[in-house]
């Protein structure tokens, strides 16, 4: 939004250069993005000064020239040649000093530069008003009075208007601050409390006279809830031309073209108050009167830009008797806009709900001026004021007679919103202790009243043009804002507490399960809750008994609840692979259920959740660079493994054993005081034959319920990084062959529990040269110590303790 510098001071009485006017605006949340100078005449006559011509002779060597010596009041005359034909001792002239760049009237520009004319040296121009680009007069150089003193820059001499542009970046919620009387308000209030009360002037209306005797245009509201207030009224005898120079200037200088003096008054009125307003020709009113309604669903509506627009049932529409006229409070209509024709026009002034302008903008991708006022909110209780300002205006300007009264249709007057404040928690939220003088001090520069006072607390009523301030944190900011961020001392010390704040929630912890499955290759899937009994016959695991039946199934296929994903996902790989789909990656989060005892009570019947990933096939295809790799109960446990590390479980550190055969032809189950958290392993051939699937399925389930349970009690622990480096060590055990990894793996952690970073095993060996009845598991340890360096002499000390501890617990020896 563009303010100008000098527009400002015609409310309020500006002391500061532009440059600090720009810093207080910023300071106090009016942020100037940028300050743009405008000058009457470019480069401001720079360079140029009053001087004294002192002598004056005929040149030698030409019969026009002269030769002159001039002072500037800097030093000794400067020689000049000039053209001139009344130049003439004694004078007082303008003169361009070396180095000026002068634009001439016709726009030609030139640098002064030292010359020699004719034979004779020249350091510097006595200018004519053309030369100076303040006139069009070529006749001779400028004269200026006998009185005129020397060495004045021109500029100054000649009061050259230059304008200061802000560019403010207005925040959303300030639509109070999008106007020049807005901006000077803020400042009114930064002068208060600064000890300084400035006189803010609105411009006086107590001239405005209605003309009851003569008839104007009448409204009628038909839709009250999207327009609480309509005003407007009718003017006559209007002579639409152009406008004066210093309104275009004005209008120019904040980016809005001139087009003629009736809508140029009401875009100035927009800038000065922030209202917008809107001039419809009388002679296009259908039955002289305004009907606000709205929109027929479907119709269509042509707009100033010559665009037909369909219109939906939610529009607002200013209409006349007979057809709209104007999509209310976003843009006008292409027939009912002032011409040069207009006479006579009604002006409407209105406060628009800003829901409905918003909605309306956005459904016809339309942003004016006053539809981004509208839909943050305006004031009601201006809409008379600026009425009546614009009405002055245009008495001034246009010769307007005023026609009728002002009607105004406003049945629910909008009272001043009123919040209650505490003091205590004001200054909580401040950080400071300001003192209660001055939060009132603040208040009254801001215009916010006191209604009500108690022995800690107020409550105060809130002017109607803040329509962002509704809670006792906006008036804390808005009193934080004129008092000063800057003002608001840091602590020496802040303390602080990191850690986990909130505990994780179910949806977002399936979301990101989903996202991660996915971002590894697999797809979701979700399968029927309802299947085949049939597929639970001969199960132990999954016993008919414990089957939920459907009591009218719609057929044999579908018939009881699922106990568990297995055979919905099996289902979709052998639909997959009579398609020729043979390699896939699945995953469903769904439910089960299933009856426990009689299922005569309603506690009996249980529905879990559970989460099964599905792998068959080859887990990457074949390629140049790697060949492909088939999927394997490893691969799975990988799979298995990373979900869990991604929420800082360690399925080691849990207890396993063997996943249920009927099942599984081979795998492993994890467990958590003896419930299940995740089975996995090979499906057994017996399932995948029902769905006649001949290649290999590996399948894991999660107990979700459970394993959410292990995700939300975990505690996440902050370290800084690792000062001191790790040492590598690895190590070659042969033990019998019953012993599993899961064994040596919990037997390091509990002997070596504080060095001891990490156990992994990276080669199992059966075969020559190991004695038969054993394998070789070779193990990869990496040691750490969070306060110092690890010597090798304290690092082959713990490995003779887990030496020890291997032997001890599971026979192994080292190879």
């Known amino acids: 939004m563009k303010i100008l510098y000098n527009w400002l001071k015609d409310y309020l009485p500006i002391d500061m250069t532009p440059g600090q006017t720009a810093e207080v605006l910023t300071d106090i949340g009016l942020e100037v993005e940028s300050v743009e100078v405008t000058e009457s005449i470019p480069g401001s006559l720079e360079g140029v000064v009053t001087a004294r011509v002192v002598t004056c002779t005929p040149h030698p060597n030409s019969d026009h020239l002269s030769l002159t010596t001039v002072d500037t009041?800097?030093?000794?005359?400067?020689?000049?040649?000039?053209?001139?034909?009344?130049?003439?001792?004694?004078?007082?002239?303008?003169?361009?000093?070396?180095?000026?760049?002068?634009?001439?009237?016709?726009?030609?520009?030139?640098?002064?530069?030292?010359?020699?004319?004719?034979?004779?040296?020249?350091?510097?121009?006595?200018?004519?008003?053309?030369?100076?680009?303040?006139?069009?007069?070529?006749?001779?150089?400028?004269?200026?009075?006998?009185?005129?003193?020397?060495?004045?820059?021109?500029?100054?001499y000649l009061n050259l208007p230059s304008y200061t542009v802000f560019e403010i970046g207005l925040t959303p919620n300030r639509i109070d601050a999008a106007s020049h009387y807005g901006v000077a308000r803020d400042l009114a209030a930064w002068y208060y409390v600064q000890g300084k009360e400035l006189p803010l002037t609105r411009p006086d209306v107590s001239a405005f006279k209605e003309n009851p005797k003569r008839k104007g245009v009448q409204v009628v509201v038909e839709a009250p809830q999207a327009a609480p207030r309509y005003s407007g009224i009718t003017l006559s005898n209007l002579q639409v031309g152009p406008s004066p120079e210093w309104l275009q200037e004005r209008l120019r200088l904040t980016g809005i073209r001139p087009i003629n003096n009736v809508v140029d008054i009401t875009n100035y009125i927009l800038l000065e108050t922030g209202q917008p307003l809107h001039a419809f020709d009388r002679r296009e009113i259908e039955g002289d009167c305004v009907v606000v309604r709205l929109a027929e669903h479907g119709s269509r509506f042509v707009t100033l830009d010559e665009t037909e627009r369909i219109l939906d049932g939610q529009d607002l529409m200013i209409c006349n008797t007979k057809e709209p006229m104007c999509i209310g409070g976003v843009f006008g209509g292409l027939q009912s806009g002032v011409t040069e024709k207009t006479t006579s026009i009604f002006l409407e002034s209105a406060y628009f709900h800003p829901t409905w302008i918003r909605r309306t903008s956005k459904r016809h991708g339309l942003k004016t001026d006053a539809s981004f006022r509208f839909e943050r909110g305006t004031d009601p209780n201006a809409t008379v004021y600026v009425l009546k300002r614009a009405v002055l205006l245009m008495q001034e300007i246009c010769g307007a007679q005023v026609e009728g009264c002002i009607v105004d249709l406003y049945p629910n007057p909008v009272s001043p919103a009123k919040v209650a404040l505490q003091y205590d928690s004001m200054f909580a939220l401040m950080g400071k202790n300001i003192g209660r003088e001055t939060v009132d001090k603040l208040l009254k520069a801001l215009e916010i009243e006191k209604a009500e006072e108690g022995k800690n607390s107020m409550v105060v009523r809130i002017p109607t043009y803040r329509t962002d301030v509704t809670r006792e944190c906006d008036v804390v900011e808005e009193v934080l804002r004129i008092y000063g961020y800057n003002n608001i001392e840091?602590?020496?010390?802040?303390?602080?507490?990191?850690?986990?704040?909130?505990?994780?929630?179910?949806?977002?912890?399936?979301?990101?399960?989903?996202?991660?499955?996915?971002?590894?290759?697999?797809?979701?899937?979700?399968?029927?809750?309802?299947?085949?009994?049939?597929?639970?016959?001969?199960?132990?695991?999954?016993?008919?008994?414990?089957?939920?039946?459907?009591?009218?199934p719609l057929s044999n296929d579908l018939n009881v609840m699922r106990q568990t994903l297995l055979w919905g996902g099996l289902e979709t790989i052998s639909r997959n692979i009579?398609?020729?789909?043979?390699?896939?990656?699945?995953?469903?989060?769904?439910?089960?259920?299933?009856?426990?005892?009689?299922?005569?009570?309603?506690?009996?019947?249980?529905?879990?959740?559970?989460?099964?990933?599905?792998?068959?096939?080859?887990?990457?295809?074949?390629?140049?660079?790697?060949?492909?790799?088939?999927?394997?109960?490893?691969?799975?446990?990988?799979?298995?493994?990373?979900?869990?590390?991604?929420?800082?479980?360690?399925?080691?550190?849990?207890?396993?054993?063997?996943?249920?055969?009927?099942?599984?032809?081979e795998g492993i189950r994890y467990s958590v005081h003896g419930k299940t958290l995740v089975e996995a392993g090979e499906v057994n051939k017996k399932c995948l034959a029902e769905l006649e699937i001949k290649q290999p399925v590996f399948m894991a389930e999660f107990h979700w319920d459970l394993f959410f349970q292990m995700i939300r009690n975990k505690k996440i622990k902050f370290e800084e990084l690792p000062?001191?480096?790790?040492?590598?060590?690895?190590?070659?055990?042969?033990?019998?062959?019953?012993?599993?990894?899961?064994?040596?793996?919990?037997?390091?952690?509990?002997?070596?529990?504080?060095?001891?970073q990490s156990v992994s095993l990276f080669d199992v060996y059966e075969g020559k040269g190991v004695p038969s009845g054993k394998k070789q598991y070779a193990l990869h340890l990496v040691f750490r110590d969070a306060g110092k360096t690890l010597t090798d002499e304290f690092v082959e000390q713990a490995m003779e303790r887990l030496l020890k501890a291997f032997h001890k617990e599971t026979g192994a020896v080292l190879r």
């Not at 068959?616 to 590390?645: C, I, M």
Request: proline letters at 5%; one cysteine or more.
């Open 73 to 156: 009041g800097s030093g000794e005359p400067v020689p000049v040649v000039c053209g001139a034909p009344n130049v003439a001792a004694g004078q007082k002239v303008f003169l361009a000093t070396l180095g000026t760049r002068l634009t001439f009237t016709g726009g030609e520009q030139i640098t002064i530069k030292k010359s020699k004319i004719r034979g004779e040296e020249s350091l510097g121009m006595i200018c004519a008003e053309d030369e100076l680009g303040i006139g069009t007069s070529h006749e001779g150089i400028m004269v200026l009075p006998e009185d005129t003193p020397v060495g004045v820059p021109a500029a100054q």
């Open 490 to 552: 840091l602590p020496e010390r802040i303390n602080a507490s990191f850690g986990l704040a909130e505990k994780p929630v179910p949806q977002h912890v399936r979301d990101f399960v989903g996202d991660r499955l996915a971002s590894l290759g697999f797809r979701e899937i979700l399968c029927n809750s309802l299947t085949r009994a049939g597929y639970y016959k001969g199960l132990q695991t999954y016993p008919i008994s414990n089957a939920v039946k459907i009591l009218n």
């Open 723 to 756: 000062r001191f480096p790790e040492v590598h060590r690895d190590l070659a055990l042969v033990v019998d062959r019953n012993i599993t990894y899961e064994q040596l793996h919990t037997t390091a952690f509990k002997t070596e529990r504080k060095l001891l």
């Open 578 to 665: 009579n398609r020729q789909q043979y390699h896939l990656k699945l995953f469903e989060m769904g439910h089960v259920y299933r009856i426990k005892g009689l299922g005569t009570d309603l506690e009996d019947y249980i529905e879990k959740e559970r989460l099964t990933l599905f792998i068959t096939g080859n887990d990457r295809p074949l390629n140049w660079h790697t060949s492909s790799q088939t999927s394997d109960f490893f691969l799975l446990k990988s799979y298995v493994e990373l979900l869990a590390q991604s929420f800082g479980l360690d399925l080691m550190r849990f207890s396993s054993g063997k996943a249920p055969e009927d099942i599984f032809e």
